[in-house]
């Protein structure tokens, strides 16, 4: 896929102001490296993510002579052999059966990572979806993409994307009563869509599960993924979430036109549905209200929300 120019220069009006006053108080700071202006981008599966994130990494560089490097939250999970363990550990949690959600990252290592922004030479890790039948691994330490500055080589912009970037964890009383409520809804969308792609699925997971993933997040928003490692977000959501299984299948039947292999329409709504109570969990904070606090009533917004429909096309944008 490819995105419409229109939502670049969108993106751009958005990000660059920002980046510029970023660098201008960096200026005034006494430090060998200076923090690279740190953008977050959070988009459904499906919904474009990795290909919003390198087009726009292009046009900061091409358009305005930034230096730029894109992460995925998906490069930090954990190597094969702990996934494998967290796996054992939690048989009866459907949710950690595969890589993907919270709990499933390497913390330390992500950590690792942005304490390496301000520190000098950035190593950029990455994760081999292919290896062990699919199950994947991380790649060698020394296959691993390295950022090293220099005053002529100043990093300025990570954009740092990820399926559930600007999740916020529930209190207990809250996450509690979410997953009462879903227990006296059918299992149908909520738009009385074809009840083939289900919106709500908390009713199918123990609430100890979900404490479980809860928890998990609660301690990320406390590390890496807490707001104040980051000074924007671009957020890429839709106006029905099933079509988050519409986006997965499209994709799936591509892979199988190129590849001749790929999984089938059932494989992915089941795929799908392992990540769906996180969506109907905590989408609805990051659509209400900006994963990075503003700093006054006067300041500028610090996030910027894309509404996809069916086709990918971009129905609004929003600043938060």
Same mark, same amino acid.
């Given at each position: 896929?490819?995105?419409?120019?229109?939502?670049?220069?969108?993106?751009?009006?958005?990000?660059?102001?920002?980046? $510029?006053?970023?660098? =201008?108080?960096? +200026?005034? #700071?006494?430090?060998?490296?200076?923090?690279?202006?740190?953008?977050? *981008?959070?988009?459904? #599966?499906?919904?474009?993510?990795?290909?919003?994130?390198?087009?726009?990494?292009?046009?900061?560089?091409?358009?305005?002579?930034?230096?730029?490097?894109?992460?995925?939250?998906?490069?930090?999970?954990?190597?094969?052999?702990?996934?494998?363990?967290?796996?054992?550990?939690?048989?009866? /949690?459907?949710?950690? !059966?595969?890589?993907? $959600?919270?709990?499933?990252?390497?913390?330390?290592?992500?950590? +690792?990572?942005?304490?390496?922004?301000?520190?000098?030479?950035?190593?950029?890790? =990455?994760?081999?979806?292919?290896?062990?039948?699919? $199950?994947?691994?991380?790649?060698? %330490?020394?296959?691993?993409?390295?950022?090293?500055?220099?005053?002529?080589?100043?990093?300025?912009?990570?954009?740092? %994307?990820?399926?559930?970037?600007?999740?916020?964890?529930?209190?207990?009383?809250?996450?509690? $009563?979410?997953?009462?409520?879903?227990?006296?809804?059918? !299992?149908?969308?909520?738009?009385?869509?074809?009840?083939?792609?289900?919106?709500?699925? &908390?009713?199918?997971?123990?609430?100890?599960?979900?404490?479980?993933?809860?928890?998990?997040?609660?301690?990320?928003?406390?590390?890496?993924?807490?707001? =104040?490692?980051?000074?924007? *977000?671009?957020?890429?959501?839709?106006?029905?979430?099933?079509?988050?299984?519409?986006?997965?299948? %499209? #994709?799936?039947? /591509?892979?199988?036109?190129?590849?001749?292999?790929?999984?089938?329409? =059932?494989?992915?709504? +089941?795929?799908? !549905?392992?990540?769906?109570?996180?969506?109907? *969990?905590?989408?609805?904070? *990051? +659509?209400?209200?900006?994963?990075?606090?503003?700093?006054?009533?006067?300041?500028?917004?610090? !996030?910027?929300? &894309?509404?996809?429909?069916?086709?990918?096309?971009?129905?609004?944008?929003?600043?938060?």
């Amino acid at each position: 896929m490819s995105v419409p120019n229109n939502a670049i220069q969108e993106m751009l009006s958005f990000v660059v102001p920002r980046v $510029q006053a970023h660098h =201008a108080k960096w +200026q005034h #700071q006494q430090t060998e490296f200076h923090r690279p202006f740190l953008l977050a *981008l959070s988009g459904l #599966q499906g919904s474009g993510k990795s290909t919003y994130a390198s087009q726009l990494a292009l046009a900061l560089e091409h358009e305005h002579h930034f230096r730029v490097i894109v992460c995925s939250l998906d490069d930090f999970y954990h190597d094969h052999d702990t996934l494998v363990k967290i796996k054992n550990q939690n048989r009866d /949690n459907g949710l950690l !059966q595969v890589r993907g $959600q919270p709990g499933t990252h390497d913390e330390a290592l992500v950590s +690792q990572f942005f304490e390496s922004l301000t520190a000098g030479i950035v190593k950029i890790p =990455a994760f081999d979806k292919s290896r062990f039948q699919g $199950q994947g691994d991380r790649v060698p %330490e020394e296959d691993w993409k390295v950022f090293v500055p220099s005053v002529d080589n100043v990093l300025d912009i990570v954009i740092f %994307e990820g399926w559930c970037m600007g999740f916020k964890s529930l209190e207990k009383d809250e996450l509690e $009563q979410k997953w009462e409520s879903a227990q006296k809804e059918p !299992q149908t969308t909520r738009l009385s869509e074809d009840a083939t792609f289900p919106t709500n699925t &908390l009713q199918n997971h123990p609430l100890h599960n979900l404490e479980i993933i809860n928890d998990n997040l609660r301690r990320y928003n406390t590390t890496f993924m807490n707001p =104040a490692n980051f000074d924007s *977000l671009i957020h890429l959501d839709t106006e029905e979430l099933a079509n988050v299984y519409r986006w997965r299948v %499209e #994709q799936e039947h /591509n892979l199988w036109k190129v590849k001749g292999t790929g999984m089938t329409d =059932a494989s992915v709504i +089941q795929f799908v !549905q392992d990540y769906m109570p996180a969506y109907e *969990l905590y989408l609805e904070e *990051l +659509q209400r209200k900006p994963f990075i606090p503003r700093g006054s009533e006067t300041a500028s917004s610090t !996030q910027l929300r &894309l509404v996809l429909d069916r086709d990918r096309s971009v129905l609004k944008y929003e600043e938060l």
